[in-house]
């Protein structure tokens, strides 16, 4: 059997690669781009104001559960009206349906953090955003470090090495820090997860590597995946939602 994820896409820049490098057999992607370019406020605003439509279109469609990618782009009015989308969403579907920041604090919940360290190639005024509304959550941000870039094209194309080198120096300098938080979709980070925790020692939570964990928990499939960190190692193992 087929478990369609039904997933919003917030950049143009399709991070399909990444998806399809994780998803196993029998699992496969409905896509909807909202269409940003830049971290901005005006792009994400414009992005955000088509989400409930893209909603309705994938509900039409009969995917199995719902995915609304892009952490910025789900909270760019704040944690309530990240609040008031979920709200929205559950009013124009019956199906499960997971945000990406929704995602992110499951995973980063489900490793065990508490100190949290965010490598992030955002602009730092987006970074700083983050981590706010992860304090909002109740996670304690220990530390952050941010690329500091705005184009999302330009973060697609990053070499995964000086990626995942931003995450060990973070996790080196900042030895209270218990996960580290990559941030960010179109980052090209899922092929260096397990070298990052194996240096490092601590669980590696990314944007995508958490929302596919967290779109299977919704459509039942409980499996471990190897190859990409602890959090989909475990997959099975009394993940609650």
Same mark, same amino acid.
């Given at each position: 059997? +087929? ?5 919003? *896409? ?13 998803? $196993? ?22 992005? #955000? ?22 952490? $910025?782009?789900?909270?760019?009015? &704040?944690?309530?009206? #990240? ?18 920041? !929704?995602? *992110? ?15 992030? $190639?955002?602009?730092?005024? !987006? +970074? ?6 992860? /304090?909002?959550? &109740?996670?304690?941000? +220990? ?23 931003? /995450? ?30 194996? *240096? ?19 459509? &039942? ?21």
């Amino acid at each position: 059997m +087929t478990i369609w994820i039904g997933r919003i *896409e917030p950049s143009m820049w399709f991070e399909g690669a990444w998806w399809q490098e994780i998803l $196993p057999d029998g699992v496969r992607l409905a896509v909807l781009s909202l269409g940003v370019r830049r971290l901005l406020q005006e792009d994400l605003e414009r992005a #955000h104001a088509q989400i409930l439509e893209k909603v309705e279109q994938l509900d039409a469609e009969g995917v199995d559960v719902i995915n609304v990618g892009g952490s $910025p782009v789900v909270t760019v009015h &704040g944690r309530a009206g #990240h609040e008031r989308l979920i709200k929205e969403i559950g009013a124009r579907t019956s199906r499960p349906f997971v945000t990406a920041l !929704q995602a *992110e604090v499951e995973a980063i919940r489900a490793v065990g953090g508490r100190h949290v360290l965010i490598a992030s $190639p955002y602009p730092i005024a !987006q +970074t700083e955003k983050r981590a706010g509304i992860l /304090a909002e959550e &109740g996670l304690e941000v +220990t530390a952050h470090d941010s690329l500091d870039i705005e184009r999302t094209r330009v973060i697609a194309v990053l070499d995964p090495d000086v990626v995942a080198r931003q /995450a060990i120096d973070l996790a080196r300098a900042n030895p209270d820090g218990d996960v580290i938080y990559m941030p960010c979709g179109s980052l090209p980070v899922v092929s260096a997860i397990d070298r990052i925790e194996a *240096e490092t020692g601590r669980p590696v939570v990314t944007c995508v590597q958490a929302q596919v964990h967290a779109c299977l928990v919704r459509a &039942g499939y409980n499996q471990p995946i190897h190859g990409y960190g602890r959090l989909l190692r475990e997959l099975g193992e009394g993940v609650a939602v």
